[in-house]
């Protein structure tokens, strides 16, 4: 096998499901992978995840991580081939 596509993801992953609530987001609606939300309350749920973008920490999530994972990466691409 020389690889694998998943069709029911994103090309460019979206970084708030990688590295969550190190993103500060100004709006409620756009920060959580789930949300509960009645009369009198609104709870934002996250994914836990190890990704951070601090430097010193063994899961610093850099750039060329997140490269990998984006399909539309021709560079990635070509070196796949």
Not at 41 to 63: A, G
Not at 75 to 80: E, M, P, T
Request: hydrophobic letters at 35%; one cysteine or more; aromatic letters at 14%.
């Amino acid at each position: 096998m020389d690889g694998v596509i998943d069709n029911s993801g994103s090309a460019v992953p979206p970084l708030n499901y990688i590295i969550g609530r190190e993103l500060e987001f100004k709006s409620k609606d756009t920060n959580g992978d789930m949300y509960m939300q009645g009369d009198h309350f609104f709870v934002s749920c996250f994914l836990k995840t190890h990704w951070t973008r601090k430097e010193n920490s063994p899961y610093f999530f850099n750039n060329e991580n997140y490269f990998i994972r984006t399909l539309l990466n021709k560079d990635h691409l070509i070196l796949q081939s």
